[in-house]
């Protein structure tokens, strides 16, 4: 009878470290969002777009854009407005969404490398304008030693005859 029991305990064990946990979640194949505020809305939003609530609809969508968007929302969403934008033969605004939140370390670098680029070709046209200038009196230089070779020349011929 002990045996029995044993077995039995080691069979009820051993079946239940098969059975799967209820209270795991599902799983899904399906990426789930997590912001603030829901994708879901915004995505709707884009692809209902018509000539007649483009510019409504992106001032509802910009603040979502701006502000919650990561990187990749962000370059969807952008890319969807364009498309359907020229689909529709409308115009985004000029500006429309660039200061965006998820985008500023990238426009911070961006400037940085401009203003260096600006600074470069400053000192380079600096240079190439002192160099030119130097060119320019060495020139002037070699004309006026030029002017005064014939000067002495003609001084020397002159020397001779009078004697």
């Known amino acids: 009878m002990k045996f029995s029991a044993v077995l039995i305990a080691a069979s009820v064990a051993s079946a239940s470290a ?4 209820t209270n795991a979640p599902q ?34 969508i910009e603040p979502f854009l701006t502000k919650e968007a990561g990187v990749t929302i962000y370059t969807k969403s952008m890319r ?15 500006g429309y969404a660039k ?4 985008t500023e370390k990238r ?17 380079a ?7 030119a200038a130097e060119e320019a009196a060495a020139a002037a230089a070699a004309a006026a030693a030029e002017a005064e070779a014939p000067a002495e020349e003609t001084a020397e011929e002159e020397t001779p005859a009078e004697e």
């Open 125 to 131: 046209a600096e240079e190439a304008a002192a160099a």
């Open 107 to 123: 426009r911070a670098k961006q400037d940085a490398y401009c203003q260096v680029k600006t600074e470069e070709a400053a000192a």
């Open 18 to 21: 098969f059975v799967p946990a």
């Open 80 to 94: 969807r407005i364009a498309a359907k934008a020229k689909g529709l033969g409308v115009a985004i605004p000029e």
């Open 27 to 60: 799983s899904s194949t399906q990426l789930y969002v997590k912001t603030k505020g829901t994708i879901e809305p915004v995505k709707k939003a884009i692809k209902s777009l018509t000539a007649e609530n483009f510019s409504a609809t992106l001032s509802d």
């Open 99 to 102: 200061d965006a939140k998820c």
